[in-house]
């Protein structure tokens, strides 16, 4: 009985002895170096593995920071500048400083400012309704409300209203991965310079018919009409294809712009209300009614 | 009768050809004409036309520019009025010339009679040339360039001749009638294009169940070198490679063209447009459009001015339903919704169909029980459900290896599904993502 | 105006549904259950009716509960399940054990994998098969036919299946064939097993009904039943005082009951034609080789069990005949 035990301990032991000899010389063939700040790095990141660098995930930009030189076009905007600083403390570098951003959809054009004209019954992807038709209210630029931009969010910023059927961020969660802009078959999410107090103000529309049959498809279209591009005094407001588009870099938040508008089409969001005027956005709702 | 029919997969939907047996009638020409310029596969055709023109029934208004792209001719008498964008059939915006219609003057150079001319004398070079100036497309509905398919391309020889005479597409009924009423002009096409190719065999094939026209083409072609072959109700029987598939047991290969088994295929009323622009010198201006519909009151087959407006032809037809809850441009396989009726009959409109809230809206969407039927019933031998699941999760270069740009989108897979899965609007959009990957690999 | 509808193509579907589709298969199990009840009477029917009752339950309480999902218990799928279970369970099986036994096929077997079309294994056969390991006893009792008022008290008996691969250990087949029901019994169901495996007839039945239907393609059940029979046919060639000949192990046991609903479930049997076949060949095979060679005298559930477990490969690897070959563009 012994016998049979003594055996067995010996007989594995050898088999695993064996083992790990050919394991060992197995792992030093087929050894591949790399470099341990990289793996430092990484632990740094956020580990979001979304895609907002512009690499698969975020192994492989680490590995991108510990190899290129310049760091011209690389930054995590999920983990900012705070990140970015660390990872240049770990490799001993200097960091380039980047403007947070936040995504902004730029289109107003709820059912009651753009009647819906037909009801799309086809698989629920904006991809698929925007490759098929123009959407079920007119306007061949605006949002078409089938949420891809929600879906392809990881961090649970951006949320249909049922209320408006258009998407809406949430500043605070919102990591400016640039997800959403990716998704959004027709361009209408865009990447802005975050603000103190999240303000912002932009033209949401993008619509590139001309004023009156945009003004037709949707009341608060962007007519091109070029008022707001007169009375800016930052030369932030460019137009181009029939619509105004204010620079988020160059804007400096005076709301001149906002009162010019004729069709409410700009967007002041997150300031305190005037005090001598009825706000602007309500003002256009009155007016429609 | 036959059975001959392409060898996988295929589906029978209900015919519900309500207009079957209806004479075509002509329509006047509208008072409003709207003629886009982008009425074919490719590049559209540069307008040559400014407002305030006095125009003339078939006079040229826009010319073909590049070589896949077509002529573009006025079908109305009149001034132009506006050369603008117009909302096409899918809600964009699309440059097309409006002309308000004055009187109902030809060019000069059209024969206007109804006498029939036959025995052609003209050499295949003039054919085709004619063909090219007459802005022919391929009136089955993919709108190809006639033009394009008489040039055979050097390596490869055309033998066949194929006529599509299937009409596979439920309800619609406009091949039917011009097999039964413009059947000698119909032959004598078929034979301007055997010239037109240097082929000396053409086959009509026609499914069963079109017993009448079977018979009138037959009677017709006896002693020609056209024959006519009677093809078991399937759809998509109509597709070309199923066609010739199905008439000659040749495989058109993965990424080829009907050409590269020696066949060119055209729908009948091509061959009928080919007639009146080689024999007549009549430009493709009007064509044949079935307006139907379970609602409808006189389901019909009229004869329409290109540019007419859809909403004017379903006045005609007894007037738009109250029920009405989708207006389709085409069958209802592959036919596109319309989002409002104030668009202009093209040159690819083969009908207007007309469907209440129930044939029209789909059912719920439930999980795929991979009951293998998509599988079964594709007739290009691909698996759907595999696509479809692909496409949603966006895995675009994996659908590649799995054929999806051999899908003929004829909507086999979503018809068949007893789950109501949206099969065809995936994969759809997978092929449009792995166009891209491919164009962007060659632009490498 | 009309605010129209707008979808891409096609704008017609075919009247068929999922719900459609599983009634069709209860109604082809329905001369089945008529021979059942027939045979093992009120057994039967308690069986029968807390299996569906409990499966349907399940499915809803699962989905309510704890997927958080609209319920779908009422799509048919779940009465299919419990339907398939009771018919491979003894007629005289105590109620509570059919229960453990619906709440592990709509449970494990279902809804762990994300409820319908995505479970890997057949869920009747996971309850059957869970049930089978946990209490042997009462999972191999079977009640002899005719009893009609008794339930767990029946008198039970050991299944055709059962008498050869004991009566095999010191006999040969000859000497054994007399203890079994004649071939006519083992058609018509007067034989003890599971109780809805019992009439081969009945199933083939039910079997040409869901082809007439379309509901399922030859493939699957024709191939396995051919692969028996070829298999055991040889061996029987070889020697037929060891082995049986084809015609017994087509008609007795789950076989039938195996290769006409079990192995045929859509979601888990592999969706092209050649496909089908190399599962149907593979189901066969083992099926074989588990009754022959095995410890167990039934061996069809684990095959098809095995062989659901292939499926995502089989479908990986085995694709449909693609339309046109390719050619080369210069």
Request: hydrophobic letters at 40%.
């Amino acid at each position: 009985m012994s016998q049979i035990i003594i055996y067995t301990i010996i007989t594995l032991v050898a088999i695993g002895a064996a083992a790990a000899i050919i394991l060992y010389f197995v792992a030093q063939k087929f050894k591949v170096y790399e470099d341990p700040r990289i793996d430092e790095v990484e632990e740094a990141l956020p580990a979001a593995n979304c895609g907002g660098c512009g690499f698969p995930g975020c192994h492989n930009f680490a590995e991108t920071l510990v190899k290129t030189e310049s760091w011209d076009d690389l930054f995590c905007p999920v983990g900012g500048n705070d990140t970015m600083s660390k990872v240049a403390g770990i490799l001993g570098r200097e960091a380039i400083e980047q403007a947070p951003k936040v995504a902004v959809v730029r289109c107003n054009g709820t059912p009651e400012f753009r009647p819906r004209v037909t009801t799309y019954d086809g698989a629920p992807t904006c991809a698929i309704a925007h490759s098929l038709y123009a959407g079920e209210g007119i306007c061949p630029h605006g949002c078409l409300g089938l949420g891809d931009c929600v879906v392809v969010c990881n961090f649970d910023a951006i949320h249909m209203d049922p209320d408006t059927d258009l998407p809406v961020v949430i500043d605070d969660k919102c990591t400016a991965c640039g997800a959403c802009v990716e998704a959004c078959p027709r361009d209408i999410i865009e990447l802005r310079k975050k603000n103190k107090k999240d303000r912002k103000i932009f033209v949401s529309c993008i619509n590139e018919e001309k004023g009156a049959v945009a003004k037709k498809n949707c009341s608060v279209a962007c007519i091109g009409c070029a008022k707001c591009f007169k009375v800016c005094k930052y030369d932030a407001i460019t137009m181009e294809n029939n619509k105004a588009f204010i620079d988020s870099e160059k804007c400096v938040l005076c709301r001149k712009c906002v009162l010019e508008c004729p069709t409410s089409a700009i967007l002041e969001l997150n300031f305190p209300p005037p005090r001598k005027k009825e706000p602007v956005v309500e003002a256009s709702e009155t007016e429609i009614k | 009768m036959s059975i001959k029919t392409f060898s996988r997969g295929g589906v029978h939907p209900p015919d519900n050809k309500l207009s079957a047996g209806n004479k075509i009638v002509e329509l006047p020409p509208p008072e409003l004409a709207t003629i886009p310029l982008s009425q074919h596969l490719g590049a559209p055709a540069k307008v040559l036309v400014n407002r305030g023109d006095q125009v003339k029934v078939g006079q040229l208004i826009a010319q073909s520019e590049g070589f896949v792209s077509t002529n573009i001719h006025s079908s109305v008498s009149g001034k132009v009025l506006k050369v603008d964008q117009f909302m096409d059939s899918s809600g964009y915006r699309r440059m097309a010339v409006q002309i308000q219609v004055e009187g109902d003057q030809w060019m000069e150079t059209i024969d206007r009679s109804d006498d029939l001319v036959r025995n052609s004398v003209l050499p295949a070079e003039d054919i085709r040339k004619k063909i090219l100036e007459a802005g022919i497309v391929g009136l089955g509905g993919a709108t190809f360039p006639s033009h394009i398919k008489l040039m055979v391309p050097q390596g490869k020889t055309a033998e066949y001749v194929i006529i599509n005479g299937v009409e596979c597409e439920p309800y619609l009924t406009a091949d039917h009638a011009l097999m039964m009423e413009r059947s000698e002009e119909l032959l004598s096409g078929i034979q301007l294009l055997m010239i037109g190719l240097g082929v000396e065999k053409a086959i009509i094939g026609i499914e069963n169940n079109k017993p009448d026209a079977i018979e009138k083409m037959k009677e017709i072609t006896r002693g020609s070198s056209v024959s006519v072959q009677g093809m078991k109700v399937m759809y998509p029987q109509g597709g070309e490679k199923q066609l010739v598939q199905a008439l000659l047991k040749r495989e058109v290969p993965s990424g080829g063209l009907p050409i590269d088994v020696g066949v060119v295929v055209f729908n009948v009323g091509t061959a009928h447009a080919v007639y009146e622009a080689v024999m007549k010198n009549r430009p493709l201006i009007n064509r044949i459009v079935t307006v139907t519909g379970k609602g409808l009151d006189k389901p019909s087959n009229f004869m329409v001015r290109i540019g007419t407006p859809v909403s004017s032809l379903i006045e005609k037809a007894g007037g738009l339903p109250e029920a009405t809850a989708k207006v389709i441009n085409g069958g209802p396989m592959m036919g596109k919704a319309l989002s409002t009726i104030d668009v202009p009959v093209v040159k690819g409109s083969s009908g207007i169909l007309l469907m209440d809230e129930s044939e029209a809206r789909r059912k719920d969407v439930k999980p795929c029980i991979r009951c293998t039927k998509c599988v079964s019933v594709c007739p290009m031998g691909l698996e759907p459900y595999l696509l479809m699941t692909l496409s949603e999760k966006s895995f675009f270069e994996r659908m590649e290896p799995e054929k999806v740009m051999d899908c003929i989108e004829c909507g086999s897979c979503s018809y068949t599904c007893p789950s109501s899965r949206p099969l065809l609007d995936y994969i759809r959009l997978g092929k449009a993502e792995v166009g891209k990957i491919m164009r962007a690999r060659k632009a490498v | 105006m009309n605010k129209f509808i707008v979808s891409p193509s096609p704008h017609a579907y075919t009247d068929e549904s999922v719900p459609k589709l599983m009634y069709g298969v209860i109604i082809s199990l329905l001369p089945a259950l008529a021979v059942s009840v027939y045979f093992f009477g009120i057994g039967m029917i308690i069986v029968s009716s807390v299996s569906v009752a409990s499966c349907i339950l399940f499915e809803y309480l699962i989905q309510r509960y704890m997927m958080k999902v609209k319920p779908t218990h009422l799509d048919g799928s779940a009465l299919l399940t419990g339907l398939l279970l009771a018919f491979c369970l003894p007629a005289n099986i105590p109620f509570w054990i059919v229960m453990i036994g619906a709440l592990a096929a709509v449970g494990i077997g279902k809804m762990t994998f994300g409820g319908l079309g995505n479970n890997i294994f057949n869920p009747a056969l996971v309850g059957r098969v869970f049930l089978f390991i946990s209490f042997p006893v009462a999972m191999t009792a079977w009640p002899e036919p005719g009893q009609w008022m008794h339930y767990t008290d029946a008198v039970t008996g050991a299944t055709p299946l059962g008498l050869m691969k004991e009566g095999l250990a010191n006999r040969t087949v000859g000497e054994i064939m007399p203890e079994v029901p004649s071939f006519l019994n083992l058609l018509l169901g007067k034989t003890m097993g599971s109780a809805g495996e019992v009439s081969a007839l009945a199933l083939l039945l039910g079997m040409l009904y869901m082809m007439y239907r379309k509901i399922i393609s030859w493939h699957i059940p024709i191939t396995i039943l051919a692969t028996v029979a070829i298999f055991t046919g040889i061996l029987w060639l070889a020697n037929p005082d060891r082995f049986a000949d084809p015609l017994f192990h087509l008609l007795t046991g789950g076989l039938m009951l195996g290769a006409i609903y079990m192995a045929t479930d859509y979601v888990t049997s592999p969706m092209t034609p050649k496909g089908m076949i190399i599962y149907g060949v593979g189901i066969g095979v083992v099926t074989v080789l588990i009754r022959v060679f095995g410890a167990y005298p039934e061996g069809v559930q684990f095959a098809i069990l095995i062989f659901n477990g292939f499926t995502p490969l089989i479908n990986k690897y085995v694709k449909p005949k693609r339309f046109g070959k390719e050619v080369k563009h210069g």
